[in-house]
């Protein structure tokens, strides 16, 4: 773990301007900086950052957060990766927290193995590029097969000579572990030496979604070697195949501007693509998708297509792995290339323009597609139409999230008609699956968890009963005094006292109402009593991703007009400076006015439905309650007319 400490002096360090405008055009304009959001297609600038507040906010798309948010969304890194990427920018020495010896040891591990590999990646590229091997065999190959220079310099592809230990003594004179040798699957020992075990082979390095290199995928040469056509990294501390999707480091910003990521199965089809100007793509190595490469996918887009070959192999491997697409909330289509090719061959055939034209003229929807292709081999038979049945409906079932009702309710009705069944049965079939998985994952749950659940449940349904209660208005007026709060907490109020005491103190007896700013008051109140002086800039990068969030959401900054047209008009803006405590003053009598018009309305509930016995006590706290309303109202008063 990162320390607090090496958190703080990052954060503090961090120039939002700086750290965006590495990947956006910036342009100064009042007292913020637009450019065109890099999270979406625009023609105008609606991507604005605030310099003074560190956020950044669109008013095309929506998209907001501060420096490391940035970071998270943009290059798809981790919280830490983020932190580590400032904290090397910035030159900040990272400490950690203390960690196990085996910890330490696999990080160490980890670490070697990376190094392993990255001078791995620059010996073959050598060999590539600067040998007479390399020329007349490996860029042979690469030109015969299309390869332009520029891209193989772009995916650092190089090639392992037929030299039986050519790589191996680079590696030891170079004084790397050979301990860790046979992790990386570059070397192997064979009769107490090590030996290269790529040789005579295109190397086509695997890089992380960071830009390191994690493993290579090894392509034969030779036509008439009886050796596997390639061989791939062992999977070891940094190189979990399941987990990996080759070329997502080139195309995970293409992903997010195009909203859609295509598929394919081979290094080479990636490449090939790429070369074509087509760079939203990835491969999966051949194997079946996996649930970690789906939420790769996820991170950058919800669109995916599957990209294959139109051969029986393809189109079975094209549909493994879809109801695990489906249940994250994919949308998935298939495109199967025709006449026994592929995608790396059928690219270069028919050019990038005719590719694209077929990808988006020839997209069929997953599961109406694998319905089809089920149905060609049940012909008549009632028995394999029944198991089909069920399977659609279990397949179906995997739609659960509430946003995807529609896209559930259009494929149930498609299905069915394809099926020839009965609407209303298929969803009854469905919705048993949906019940028969919740019953088992109930029997799972041990008695603890229901106990911690059932409170939940029974909240939610008390909720649901008083729906309307709390209202936007109401939302509004916590949310300001929260800001005025983080905004200004930690200075002195007119009796010396902080700002963030006197409102603690205000409110007392006036509890807010809303889960997320009753969630950001409480973590405000831990760091302000711990005395680490919370504001508008450290909350934002709290340790809590929630925070966060909702302390970006509370600063967002507002759209502007260029001050030119205030020249335009003739308007002559004049800055005023806010009286802090007038303004939170208004703010809190605002929040307890609404708070007491809400007991009035519950008390007036009440004393409709009370027993005779209780009505005079009941009136008793109406009459106390008007009587502080009408206080409020006056102060109020006073306070807006001061």
Known sequence: MITSQTIQQITSRIDIIDVVGEFVKLKKRGTNYIGNCPFHNEKSPSFTVSPAKEIYKCFGCGKSGNTITFLMEHEKYSYVEALRWLATRYNIEIEETETSPAQKMAQQVADSIYAINHFAMEWFAKQYWETELGETIAQSYMQHRGFLKPIVEKFKIGYNPSDRDGLAKALIQNQFNPELFARTGLVVERNGEWQDNYRDRIIFPIHNTTGKIIGFGARQIAKNDRSPKYINTPENEIYVKSKI?????????????????LLVEGYTDVVSLHQAGIENVVASGGTSLTMDQLRLIKKYTQNLTIIYDGDSAGVKAALRGLDMALEEGLNVQLVLIPDNEDPDSYVNKVGPDAFRAFVQSNKKDFVLFQLEVQLQDVGSDLNKKNILVNQIAETLSKINKAEDFTKLQEYVRKCSSLLRIDETGLTQLVNKFKRDKIVKEEKKMSYDEAAILMPAFQN???????????????????????????????????????????????????????????????????????????????????????????????????????????????????????????????????????????????????????????????????KHLKGVEKELTATLGTVIYK
């Open 245 to 261: 999707l080759y070329g997502s480091y080139f195309a995970r910003n293409s992903i997010n501007s195009n909203d859609e990521c």
């Open 460 to 622: 939610a349904e008390t909720e649901d009963s008083n729906l309307g209660l709390f209202t936007d208005t109401d939302l509004t007026h916590e949310k300001h005094l929260i800001k005025l709060l983080i905004e200004n907490g930690i200075e002195k109020s007119e009796g010396a006292k902080f700002i963030a005491q006197y409102i603690f103190d205000e409110i007392e007896g006036f509890p807010l109402e809303q889960a997320d700013m009753i969630y950001l008051m409480e973590a405000y109140k831990k760091w302000f009593y711990e005395g680490k002086m919370p504001n508008g800039k450290t909350m934002q990068y709290h340790e809590d991703e929630r925070v966060q969030k909702w302390v970006v959401a509370l600063f967002e900054p507002e759209q502007e007009l260029s001050s030119r047209w205030n020249e335009k008009l003739g308007i002559k803006v004049k800055e005023v400076e806010k009286d802090i405590m007038l303004e939170i003053n208004k703010s809190l009598l605002y929040f307890k006015l609404r708070k007491i018009k809400k007991m009035i309305h519950l008390n007036q509930a009440d004393l409709e439905n009370a027993k005779e016995s209780d009505q005079l006590q009941l009136l008793q706290i109406h």
